[in-house]
């Protein structure tokens, strides 16, 4: 079955789910996985694949996840106590630095000098702590020029990082380097940053690489493993990619009901039970299916949501035979769209299955 042929049949499906509704297909998330442990496979590195958990944080999709990858990746001490139960490898990072991101299966990767200092002054010289390095990307094909992350250490800080090393008793065990939208036009540069990096003194202990998340346009292609491949990473070190939307963009779908209906200056304006604004302040998805109703004349249809925001908006759907009382089914709503909701006016995220 083809994503396209889960998602038709998730759509029948979820005949007996009330309005509105999240649906997530459990047939989706599984081809997903199945798709990156076929490129995986054909990695000449050991790949350890650990799920972004702030795409989405349902609690089945995490504990669906927990038996079919290697681990989590997280960014704040919530998203750390939602995961920790599974005992698997854990990537963190973030801003609140905790001694229990300090576990045998966790690796802090710390994001600046002063919450590196501020971990090291703590500790005594005699305990060697072996640390993760969050560093800064090389920019990619879709970042805008001279703007800068303002996550991870610059080569000149990994510099002064050297001088610590002869305070302090650290070893950088691994690092990570999250880039967004990754293309495959990016390798050669990242190839050549990762080897260069390589050679610094201070790395001499590095056994990982984390390649952070921002695989789905990658993923889309199939081009997940050529991609990692050509960065030459030499084979003594292991890597480790955190995908959140690659492996959940695609399986989440929203069903809601038309609620309203006015009739004006020659458009229609349909409300829906649920909020486009509140639901995610990041993604807006596409009307995909809808109940028909042929009795209807076709005109132009502006779809809302239900908040009495004036930009609670879904889209201008063209000229549509839709009307009060149908159902509408739009997608894809699996990666940040839970996780970037709002409240307006008190009204709640809509009910999440995973079926
Ligand atoms: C460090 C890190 N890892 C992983 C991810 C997940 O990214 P994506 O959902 O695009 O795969 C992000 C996203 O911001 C990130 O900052």
Redesign the pocket.
């Given at each position: 079955m083809d994503l396209n042929q889960i998602i038709s049949e998730g759509i029948s499906k979820s005949n007996d789910i009330g309005t509105p509704a999240i649906i997530y297909l459990k047939k989706a998330l599984q081809y997903n996985v199945d798709t990156i442990q076929r490129e995986i496979k054909s990695i000449y590195n050991t790949v350890k694949v650990l799920y972004?958990v702030?795409?989405c944080c349902n609690a089945d999709i995490i504990d669906f996840l927990s038996k079919n990858i290697d681990g989590f990746?997280v960014?704040s001490q919530a998203e750390f106590n939602n995961i920790k139960k599974y005992h698997k490898t854990i990537s963190a990072?973030g801003f609140h630095y905790s001694d229990h991101n300090l576990l045998d299966n966790c690796i802090f990767y710390f994001n600046s000098l002063s919450q590196l200092k501020s971990l090291l002054s703590g500790k005594k010289k005699r305990e060697k702590i072996k640390i993760g390095l969050?560093i800064e990307a090389p920019n990619t094909l879709y970042c805008g020029k001279n703007i800068f992350s303002h996550?991870g250490f610059t080569i000149a800080q990994l510099k002064e990082l050297e001088l610590l090393q002869n305070k302090f008793n650290f070893a950088i065990t691994s690092i990570?380097i999250?880039q967004?939208n990754k293309v495959f036009n990016d390798n050669k540069k990242l190839r050549d940053f990762i080897l260069n990096i390589l050679n610094m003194k201070v790395l001499k202990n590095v056994k990982s690489i984390n390649l952070?998340?921002?695989?789905?346009n990658l993923f889309l292609k199939n081009q997940v493993s050529q991609f990692i491949n050509s960065l030459k990473i030499p084979n003594k070190y292991e890597i480790y990619i955190?995908?959140?939307?690659?492996l959940v963009r695609t399986i989440g779908i929203l069903k809601a009901e038309i609620i309203d209906q006015n009739i004006k200056h020659g458009v229609k304006y349909l409300t829906l039970d649920t909020s486009q604004f509140n639901n995610s302040s990041w993604f807006v998805p596409r009307v995909i299916a809808n109940t028909k109703n042929s009795k209807v004349r076709s005109m132009k249809t502006m779809l809302y949501g239900n908040t009495c925001y004036e930009r609670d908006f879904f889209g201008d759907l063209g000229k549509t035979k839709l009307s009060l009382k149908d159902i509408v089914y739009l997608y894809p709503v699996g990666?940040?769209y839970d996780t970037t909701h709002r409240e307006l006016h008190g009204i709640k995220f809509p009910r999440e299955y995973f079926i």
């Open positions: 972004s702030k795409a990746s960014s990072t969050r996550f990570l999250h967004e952070g998340g921002g695989w789905d955190e995908p959140g939307s690659m990666a940040y």
